[in-house]
């Protein structure tokens, strides 16, 4: 019977380990549609950057980020702009990742190329195998904690999670910050155990401050997670509490001064262009209107609308929070893990140190607030979904052992009928949607429709034939504009008139406007309305001349804008009668007629 018992084990074991890799193939090289994660869009032309040249500038430039450097008495260009918005650990990975295909590096697609970009795949592959050890490591935290059953319910619960695999090949960074939470969560439960051995901790302490530090210059709410886990360090495990605390900090701290020292000295700010993140947290803005302000002031903190923006931030996210845990059912469990009494000193310790770190990322989630909903970048609640799986998992079975009562006997719907009904609703998502689009991308192969809208990145492609040597544009979307064209792109700013300011800053640098790139980015909103009163309202006429064009109707923008004439980058058909609208448009000063040939690097050195 043994033996017999170890056989199926072992197969079992063998079949999760073909599914999961089965699934990290097919979401790869069947399914993908490219990245589609506005942060991974600007990491990744930031690594292009790092592998091609060696130097950490970018093409997507923000305006909150130039207006630091123009006072820290920099003279920057989109040209050659140094990059102060975004941390440092997932864009040094993906450049190693890229020069490993340096020969593929260009995206031609209008010269026969695929639709899908080949550092697209680099980035996918990266995602799915930091999915992939977060539930290798979720698995063996569950088996210390508990047992070999607990920790397969923990871990089949996250191999089914369509929502994680989505996330693994978006570019987000959050996939490489599950891993790392991941890590330093199973790390937390082996000091956990050390301790309750006897056993010194301090090397393992030091440790998971290292894998804080670099949860820490991985995502720009990091801190949120790296607080918690430092506050349960310090109160939940034994031994001396001031030791602990300094023993986790000391490299988060060291990692922190390191990494501000370097943005001070680069823009005279110790948070660089991140302070618009945590400025907006205490703004009645978003921080992508932050990012956007060129001549930004002291966003003074009202506290009656703070508390009323918190409040509705938190309606929104806990009425989504389902989603947010990735539909993962055995992850809710863990609440009421909470009111539990584990045996185990370890268990209980872990348990709290969790709870602690949830309650850290409610309050900087509904701080910053998520317009994006659940595929927000700033979304954290995911990235400690897998740990909440474990305290689920062991809930699940003890409830379900109670429910039947102790004679239930020993056969399969006793023992797993409880969390296998919960690892079936896990699995809803991928049920519904994997099939359709495994055959979908079985029948297109490399020529798989984009994320439409707002990304159509074989068409956006031809603007590096239109803008001219030492022409940089403005654009909706930077991120997808110099991503895949190459271009040095300018997020729109703000206030209107701060363009003119920007122009003629560049105007003395050699540095020229090649004219405005217009995207669905900009165009997404709840109601037309929208249109004249939200982020983009000042820049509306760009924005709809385009689609409008389908009624015949041409809207000019305002006499002293210069940008007006239209060179469509994609066009649509609307209706039988109607004509035909542009989503996507280059506006420039003058008619423009494409190159043969994309241009070449016109900084190919990164040389200010």
């Given amino acids: 019977m043994a033996v017999k018992q170890q056989t199926t084990g072992s197969m079992l074991r063998l079949a999760f380990y ?22 991974g869009m600007y990491q990744a032309q930031l690594a292009r950057n790092l592998a091609q040249k060696g130097v950490w500038q970018t093409l997507a430039v923000q305006p909150y980020a130039w207006a630091q450097l123009e006072r820290n008495g920099r003279t920057p260009t989109p040209l050659a702009m140094p990059e102060t918005t975004q941390l440092p650990v997932q864009p040094l990975i993906w450049s190693l990742g890229f020069r490993a295909f340096s020969g593929q590096a260009e995206y031609a697609p209008l010269d026969g190329g695929g639709r899908i970009y080949i550092y697209d795949r680099v980035i996918a592959g990266f995602g799915v195998l930091w999915w992939l050890i977060a539930i290798y490591l979720t698995h063996g935290a569950a088996r210390q904690l508990f047992d070999e059953k607990v920790a397969a319910i923990a871990a089949v619960a996250l191999l089914v999670c369509q929502p994680a695999w989505d996330l693994a090949v978006s570019g987000s960074s959050r996939m490489l910050l599950i891993m790392e939470f991941a890590l330093a969560f199973r790390l937390f439960v082996s000091i956990a155990m050390r301790h309750a051995a006897g056993r010194s901790t301090a090397l393992y302490l030091v440790t998971l401050g290292v894998i804080s530090a670099l949860m820490l210059l991985t995502h720009p709410l990091a801190l949120w997670l790296v607080l918690g886990l430092a506050i349960g360090a310090t109160f939940f495990l034994k031994g001396n509490h001031t030791t602990t ?3 986790v900090l000391a ?27 945590w400025q907006s947290q205490f703004a009645a803005m978003g921080h992508e209107l932050v ?34 845990c990735g539909h993962v059912v055995v992850a809710l469990f863990f609440f009421i893990a909470l009111l539990h009494q584990f045996r185990r000193a370890e268990a209980s310790a872990a348990r709290w140190t969790l709870a602690v770190t949830f309650g850290s990322v409610v309050i900087g989630m509904t701080l910053i607030g998520l ?62 949607n994997l099939p359709v689009f495994l055959k979908y991308g079985l ?7 984009p994320h439409w809208p707002p990304y159509v990145p074989d068409r956006v492609v031809i603007l590096n034939r239109y803008v001219r040597p030492g022409e940089y544009v403005f654009t909706d979307a930077p991120h997808f504009i110099a991503w895949y064209a190459g271009v040095p792109a300018v997020n729109l700013p703000t206030q209107r008139e701060d363009f003119a300011t920007m122009k003629k800053l560049t105007d003395g640098r050699n540095a020229t406007v090649g004219g405005f790139v217009m995207t669905p980015f900009s165009a997404r909103t709840e109601y037309f309305f929208d249109l004249f009163s939200g982020n983009y309202s000042e820049w509306r006429d760009l924005i709809y001349r385009g689609h409008m064009l389908a009624f015949d109707k041409n809207f000019d923008p305002e006499p002293s804008f210069p940008y007006r004439i239209i060179h469509p980058l994609l066009l649509m058909t609307v209706g039988s009668k109607e004509s035909t609208s542009l989503p996507m448009v280059f506006y420039a000063e003058q008619a423009r007629t494409p190159k043969a040939q994309p241009i070449k690097d016109t900084n190919p050195e990164g040389k200010k």
């Avoid at 954290?380 to 809930?395: F, R, S, T």
């Fill in 18 to 39: 073909v599914a999961a890799v089965a699934l990290a193939l097919i979401h790869v090289f069947v399914t993908f549609r490219g990245i589609n994660s506005t942060e």
């Fill in 245 to 247: 605390l300094l023993l």
């Fill in 251 to 277: 490299p988060v701290v060291l990692a922190a001064g390191a990494w501000g020292w370097w943005q001070a000295r680069l823009c005279g700010e110790v948070l660089g262009g991140l302070r618009a993140v």
């Fill in 291 to 324: 990012t956007r302000d060129f001549t930004p002031g002291f966003a003074t903190i009202v506290v009656d609308d703070l508390l009323r923006r918190m409040g509705l931030n938190t309606e929104d996210q806990s009425g989504r929070f389902y989603s947010h």
């Fill in 371 to 432: 317009s994006g909903g659940v595929k927000d970048d700033m979304a954290l609640y995911i990235v400690i979904m897998p740990a909440m799986c474990i305290y689920g998992a062991a809930m699940l079975v003890i409830l379900w052992s109670r429910f039947l009562g102790p004679n239930a006997g020993t056969t399969f719907w006793p023992q797993w009928g409880g969390p296998v009904i919960a690892l079936v609703l896990c699995a809803i998502p991928m049920y519904a």
């Fill in 443 to 449: 029948a297109k192969g490399n020529s798989i429709d």
